[in-house]
């Protein structure tokens, strides 16, 4: 059973389009996290999200969690070839350290 | 600067050897560390927690005997992959907690490419 749900899980668009990957669950996180990983390389993270409803962005990223805390969401403005990559949201529930990944969002932004 | 360091970064072997991937924390002392595989185009899959001074625990379907952990110290786990055959060839990562309490997140090395022919 996948306990977060991403979707899409594979998006293709143009430079200077905008996008939004999301993330579902039915169960509520303590946190939930945004990674970017490059073919070869571990993930790097984006964002921590941690109260409901907040909402962080950066640079032309923008990042919400639910006010449940079960769902979260990632928008890119204008999208640009260098935001190419594999996303992967990640949720960590109460004082278990363990993340509980989505199976990642693959975009491809050409230019 | 890096708060993993994770290594080698590539290995490949003839079947039936025994590889040992390092994992350090740099920034962090990791009472606990995580080790993942990941296949292409795939997200992560968590393979067991590596907890130092004790026995690591390792999640349903993930053969402990297969995959050996030790975390000896506050900064180096290892993986070893006993036995590999070509079927164990993938991408390991391992990941650091950032500090204490469940909110922190996890820091990630740069991974292992296991190729075994």
């Known amino acids: 059973t996948q306990l977060l749900e991403q979707s899409p899980q594979f998006l293709s668009i143009q430079e200077g389009e905008n996008l939004t990957v999301y993330c579902n669950s039915s169960?509520?996180?303590?946190?939930l996290q945004w990674y970017r990983q490059e073919p070869g390389e571990g993930p790097v993270l984006l964002v921590t999200?941690?109260?409901?409803?907040e909402v962080k962005k950066l640079k032309r990223l923008t990042f919400q969690f639910g006010d449940a805390r079960k769902d979260s969401s990632l928008h890119i403005t204008a999208a640009q070839t260098g935001d190419t990559g594999l996303y992967l949201c990640?949720?960590?529930?109460?004082?278990?350290?363990?993340?509980?990944f989505g199976k990642g969002t693959l975009l491809t932004v050409n230019p | 600067g890096a708060v993993v360091s994770q290594h080698p970064s590539r290995v490949i072997c003839k079947s039936g050897t025994s590889v040992k991937i390092e994992c350090r924390s740099l920034?962090?002392?990791?009472?606990?560390m995580f080790w993942y595989r990941q296949f292409p185009k795939q997200s992560l899959m968590l393979m067991a927690t590596?907890?130092?001074?004790?026995?690591?625990?390792?999640e349903q379907g993930v053969e402990k005997d297969k995959f050996l952990i030790n975390h000896a110290s506050l900064t180096l786990s290892t993986l070893t992959v006993t036995s590999a055959h070509p079927e164990d060839s993938s991408f390991y990562i391992c990941?650091?907690?950032?500090?204490?309490?469940?909110?922190?997140?996890?820091?990630f090395g740069d991974g292992t490419r296991l190729s075994i022919l």
């Open positions: 990941s650091v907690q950032g500090g204490t309490g469940s909110n922190q997140p996890q820091h």
């Open positions: 169960s509520v996180f303590s946190s």
């Open positions: 999200v941690v109260t409901g409803g």
């Open positions: 990640a949720g960590a529930r109460g004082s278990n350290y363990k993340l509980t």
């Open positions: 920034d962090f002392q990791a009472t606990t």
């Open positions: 590596s907890n130092e001074g004790s026995k690591a625990t390792y």
